[in-house]
């Protein structure tokens, strides 16, 4: 596995308990390698980015992201196109 980098041209916003917050978007390979997955800052942290706006956080939910192509795999997790 590999360390969790900045992916610089891409923003998400993020809605927890009605409370909206923009972050930066990270990228860290998943399984073999070969895709990577999508992940906000939360706090301390990083939170797994899912399908139809669903975050690792239950309560958290991703509005909008902007400046990457993604796509879900076969788990529901958000990957680079």
């Given amino acids: 596995m ?8 891409a ?22 390698g070969r895709q ?5 800052a939360h706090g301390t942290g990083f939170v797994r980015l899912y399908g139809a706006g669903a975050c690792g ?8 992201l902007h400046g990457c192509t993604f796509e ?3 788990l529901g997790r958000l990957i680079r196109a």
């Fill in 57 to 64: 956080i239950p309560d958290m939910r991703w509005e909008e």
């Fill in 11 to 32: 923003q998400a916003i993020v809605q927890k308990k009605g409370v909206f917050k923009q972050s930066k978007i990270y990228q860290r390979p998943v399984g073999d």
């Fill in 36 to 40: 990577v997955g999508l992940y906000v």
């Fill in 72 to 74: 879900a795999d076969k």
């Fill in 2 to 9: 590999g360390l969790f980098t900045v992916v610089y041209e």
